[in-house]
């Protein structure tokens, strides 16, 4: 089986990528894909410093998501535009993910050869597109296959209805039909 890590660019439960993000991972369940849903915020990642991991090495927190990764086949992100790049807490924890593991091997290795699938959802037309162009370059410079499927979902806040599924079927299935590529994909090369 599959598995899949799922997570967000965003720190606010509730999100309109927490909610996008939500609607590709019960497709990549379709596919019969074991999706673990994570919340970055909650593991203890302070800001990125070399000074700090000289002094007092990687911390618990990181270790715990390089773990995380270690255990999936793929990653799934929904990834927020924060001023036409993706959102500090994201670039911080691939910095951190990409650190020395605990047995000296680079973390870098955990990223490369897993697939991903990007999405992203803004109030304005263009959805977020840019941070999922700046995202992938950097996950592909690490060595992630990233699926050309995507969606940048604009006019986000009124996408959605009160049970956080998209109003519009149509848009529905093809981000529904993203989440069941990245399984596919993760499977035939797992």
Do not use: C
Not at 14 to 32: E, I, M, T
Not at 37 to 62: F, K, N, S, T, W
């Amino acid at each position: 089986m599959v598995r899949i890590l799922a997570m967000s660019g965003s720190s606010r439960r509730g999100s309109v990528n927490q909610k996008l993000l939500d609607r590709v991972a019960a497709g990549a369940r379709d596919a019969d894909a074991l999706v673990t849903a994570v919340r970055l915020v909650d593991y203890d990642m302070p800001i990125y410093d070399g000074d700090l991991e000289q002094e007092r090495g990687v911390p618990d927190g990181v270790r715990a998501f390089q773990a995380a990764v270690a255990e999936h086949d793929a990653l799934l992100i929904a990834t927020p535009e924060h001023n036409g790049g993706y959102t500090a807490l994201l670039k911080n924890a691939i910095d951190w993910l990409s650190r020395p593991l605990a047995d000296g091997r680079s973390g870098v290795s955990l990223l490369s050869g897993k697939t991903a699938a990007l999405v992203s959802a803004s109030p304005g037309v263009l959805g977020g597109i840019r941070s999922q162009t700046a995202l992938r370059i950097v996950l592909e410079k690490l060595g992630v296959i990233v699926l050309p499927q995507s969606m940048a979902l604009g006019g986000a806040y009124d996408a959605f209805d009160q049970d956080g599924r998209l109003k519009d079927p149509v848009t529905d299935g093809v981000v529904r039909n993203i989440g069941r590529d990245l399984a596919r994909l993760a499977g035939r090369l797992g």
